[in-house]
C-alpha cells in the first residue's frame, strides 16, 4: 500500500496471511501503489509483473517463478493447480474461495498481448544475460551534446538524451533459434568462461582449474545488439586495418525512423564508442513514421498496408520517390496514399511536356548565359531559377528534403511551366529574330540547370530529358556540378504585376463562367509600372483574349466597371453587359454563407481541446489546412461582393 494511505498505516511492517497456498506475506508500504484504484492495497506478484519486481527489489522480497517454459503452473503452487494455465488456475481460485469473498469489484487495467496470436503475455522471471550501459551511455551523451554528432532536426536530440539518461541495464539474450550466439561456454559444474572462441574458453577453464567439456550458451544476442554492431562488424571489424573499415568508418550520416532512436540509434553510439572509440556516424537525419492516408500505422493484420512496387509499376519509381520526399515533414507521423503518388506523376508529365516543348522549337545543346539580357521575363526566371539552386542546396545539407522537394515542386511547376514556358510560347510566336535568340539560350540554360537540381530527387526522369535535349552530350545530368550562386547586373524586373493581372482575369473569368471565346475589354490605372506593363500589353492581350486599355494615375470615381485593386495596379473590367449582376450576387452570398458555415463548425472543432488532443496530428492539421483555404475563398468572394455591388450602385 502505499506510504501515505492513512487507512492501513497500522497494518504496515505485519503479516497478511495467503489463503490457498496458506502463505504468511510482508505487507510493506511503495510509492508505486495507485492509491486510487481498487482497495488501494494489492497483492504484488515479484516474478510475473515489471512493477511488482521493481517493488520486491526496494523492499529485498523473495521472486517466487510459479510458471514452467510452457507457461502452465509448476510445484510451487499447491497440487491441484499444476500444470494449469493462468486462467484455468484463476477459475479454480474463484470457485474455492467461494462463499468466503467479502466483495466484488470491477477494475480496468491494461493486459499485454501479442500481437500475432492475440494470447495474453505472462511476464516470467528468468535468468538472462545483462550489459552494464551507464558509463556507455554517458559517452554517447557527450559525443552528442559537444556537436561531433548532429541529429536533424535537432529537436529529436531531446528523446535521445531521454532515453540514455534513464537508461537500466540492458538484457541481450534472446531464446531464438537464429542470431550471434553468446561467447559464453559453461562447464560441467556450471562455472561460466567468456570469451572471443571455444579455444580461449578452453584455454581460460583450463588455467582456472576446470576440466572437461565445455558447453556453449544456447541463447543469441538481441537482435539491437546485432544491429548495433552493424556500421562496423559489415567493414571487417574486428580487424581496424582492413582498408573498408579505414575507408568507410566513420560514416557521414546514418537516416532513420524517430520510433528506433533507443533500439538503435542509441545502441550503435554506445557499442561503436566502446569497441571503436568513434562515433558510428557524424549526423543523424530522423525522418517521420510513413502511415496510411488515414494517419493510421500501416500493417499486415489491419490491412492497410500500401505495396511500393505496385505503385512503382503503376506510376514511375520517379513518382513514388518524389511523393514520398514531399511527404517528410519534421514531424514523427506522415499520411501517405496513392493521391500523393498521383500528385508527384502529374508534376513529371508537366516536366516531359517541357521536354516535348524543347524539342518542337529545337532548342538542344548546352547554353551560356547571353552577356545582355533584354527581356523582363527572361531576367526573371534566371534569377528564379538560381535562388532556387541556392534554396534546394541549403535545405539538403540540412536533411530537410521536404522543403527541398516543395521547393522544387512549387516553383518550377509555378515559375517555369506556369509562367515562363508560356510566355516563351508567346514570345517565340511574335518576337524578334534577336529576342527569339536570347529566348533560346535562357531556356536552353533554364531547363538544363532545373535538370541538375531535380537529378537527386527524380534521377531517371531528369536523365531521360538530360538526354533528349543534350543529345550530343556525352556525360549524364549526375556527373554535373551543383548551379553556383551568379551576380548578374540587373535586379529582378517587377513582372508579378503582370502575373497579377493574368491571374484575376483567369480568376474572374472562372468565377463568372465567362467563356475564353468572349473577349473582355479592360482598363489598366497605375501609378508606376506603366513602362513594362505598356510593354506586356500584347501578350496580356493575347494570353488572356482581352482588349487592354492602359491610364496613369488612379481610376474615375465614377467607373461602372468590376474594379479590382492589385497594389498601385486598378484594374476595371467592363463586364455589364456579360453578366446579370443580380444573379450573380444571389450566387456569391448563397456561396458565402455556405462556405462561412463550414467554416464556423471546422474552427469549432479545432476549439475544442478535447478533439485536438484525442485527434490524430495529421487529422487536426488537415483540417487547419482546410480553414486556411476557406478564409482565402471567403476573402476572394467578399472582394467579388463589394465589386458587383459597386457596379449595381453605379448603374
Not at 536533424?152 to 537500466?168: C, D, V
Request: aromatic share 10%; net charge negative; hydrophobic share 40%.
Amino acid at each position: 500500500m502505499h506510504p501515505e494511505d492513512t487507512r492501513y498505516k497500522e497494518y504496515i511492517g505485519k503479516k497478511a496471511y495467503v489463503p490457498i497456498v496458506y502463505r504468511w506475506v510482508p505487507i510493506v508500504a511503495d510509492e508505486a501503489v495507485d492509491v486510487e484504484k481498487g482497495t488501494g492495497a494489492v497483492k504484488i506478484t515479484p516474478a510475473h509483473d515489471f512493477l511488482d519486481f521493481s517493488i520486491a527489489q526496494r523492499h529485498n522480497l523473495p521472486c517466487i517463478d510459479i510458471f514452467d517454459e510452457e507457461g502452465r503452473l509448476n510445484d510451487t503452487v499447491p497440487k491441484e493447480f499444476c500444470t494449469l494455465d493462468s486462467l484455468e488456475a484463476r477459475n479454480l481460485i474463484l470457485e474455492k474461495l467461494g462463499k468466503k469473498v467479502i466483495s466484488w469489484s470491477s477494475i480496468q487495467h491494461s493486459v499485454p498481448y501479442s500481437q500475432r496470436s492475440g494470447a495474453v503475455i505472462q511476464p516470467r522471471l528468468t535468468e538472462q544475460w545483462f550489459l552494464d550501459t551507464a558509463q556507455m551511455a554517458k559517452c554517447a551523451l557527450d559525443i552528442v551534446k559537444n556537436g561531433e554528432c548532429q541529429f536533424f532536426p535537432k529537436e529529436w536530440e531531446r528523446t535521445y538524451e531521454e532515453w540514455l539518461k534513464n537508461i537500466q541495464p540492458w538484457c541481450i539474450s534472446r531464446q531464438l533459434w537464429w542470431g550471434h550466439q553468446i561467447p559464453a561456454w559453461y562447464d560441467e559444474k556450471g562455472s561460466i568462461f567468456v570469451a572471443h572462441t571455444k579455444e580461449e574458453a578452453e584455454l581460460l577453464a583450463k588455467t582456472q582449474g576446470s576440466s572437461g567439456a565445455l558447453k556453449q550458451e544456447e541463447d543469441v544476442l538481441d537482435t539491437w545488439f546485432s544491429s548495433g554492431i552493424w556500421p562496423f562488424s559489415t567493414l571487417g571489424w574486428p580487424e581496424k586495418d582492413s582498408p573498408l573499415f579505414t575507408a568507410c568508418y566513420p560514416t557521414n550520416v546514418l537516416v532513420t525512423g524517430f520510433d528506433i532512436i533507443f533500439f538503435w540509434v542509441a545502441r550503435m553510439m554506445m557499442l561503436g564508442l566502446e569497441l571503436t572509440k568513434a562515433p558510428p556516424f557524424k549526423h543523424i537525419s530522423i525522418h517521420p513514421l510513413v502511415c496510411d492516408e488515414k494517419g493510421k500505422k500501416m500493417s499486415k493484420t489491419k490491412g492497410n498496408v500500401i505495396n511500393p512496387m505496385e505503385l512503382a509499376n503503376q506510376y514511375g519509381v520517379d513518382a513514388l520517390r518524389f511523393a514520398l520526399t514531399l511527404v517528410s515533414t519534421p514531424s514523427s507521423y506522415t499520411a501517405f496514399g496513392v493521391k500523393h503518388v498521383e500528385q508527384a506523376r502529374n508534376f513529371i508529365t508537366k516536366l516531359k511536356n517541357v521536354g516535348r516543348f524543347m524539342e518542337l522549337n529545337r532548342i538542344h545543346g548546352r547554353f551560356d548565359l547571353p552577356e545582355k539580357i533584354s527581356q523582363d521575363m527572361n531576367r526573371w526566371v534566371i534569377i528564379r531559377i538560381t535562388d532556387l539552386g541556392e534554396r534546394v542546396k541549403k535545405s539538403l545539407h540540412s536533411y530537410s528534403f521536404h522543403e527541398a522537394a516543395s521547393l522544387i515542386y512549387t516553383n518550377i511547376w509555378a515559375v517555369v511551366c506556369d509562367w515562363y514556358i508560356e510566355w516563351a510560347k508567346d514570345t517565340l510566336k511574335h518576337a524578334s529574330k534577336e529576342d527569339i535568340q536570347e529566348v533560346h539560350h535562357v531556356m536552353g540554360w533554364g531547363i538544363n540547370t532545373m535538370l541538375i537540381i531535380l537529378h537527386p530527387f527524380i534521377p531517371f526522369t531528369s536523365q531521360t530529358l538530360w538526354e533528349i535535349i543534350n543529345p550530343t552530350e556525352a556525360s549524364g545530368a549526375w556527373q554535373q556540378d551543383w548551379p553556383t550562386l551568379q551576380e548578374f547586373q540587373f535586379c529582378s524586373p517587377p513582372v508579378e504585376c503582370i502575373q497579377e493581372i493574368i491571374t484575376t482575369i483567369r480568376r474572374l473569368r472562372a468565377e463568372f463562367k465567362i467563356s475564353f471565346i468572349c473577349p473582355i475589354e479592360l482598363h489598366i490605372y497605375t501609378g508606376g509600372d506603366r513602362e513594362i506593363l505598356t510593354h506586356h500589353k500584347n501578350f496580356i492581350e493575347r494570353i488572356t483574349h482581352t482588349v487592354c486599355k492602359i491610364f496613369d494615375g488612379h481610376p474615375p470615381c465614377s467607373s461602372k466597371g468590376l474594379s479590382v485593386h492589385l497594389g498601385e495596379v486598378t484594374v476595371i473590367f467592363l463586364l455589364q453587359h456579360l453578366l446579370d449582376i443580380e444573379k450573380e450576387l444571389e450566387r456569391l452570398e448563397k456561396n458565402y454563407l455556405k462556405i462561412k458555415t463550414q467554416l464556423d463548425e471546422w474552427e469549432n472543432r479545432l476549439s475544442c481541446q478535447e478533439f485536438c488532443t484525442k485527434a490524430l496530428p495529421n487529422v487536426v492539421h488537415s483540417l487547419e489546412e482546410r480553414c486556411k483555404q476557406n478564409k482565402i475563398i471567403l476573402n476572394r468572394i467578399e472582394q467579388d461582393l463589394l465589386m458587383l455591388k459597386a457596379v449595381d450602385n453605379s448603374l
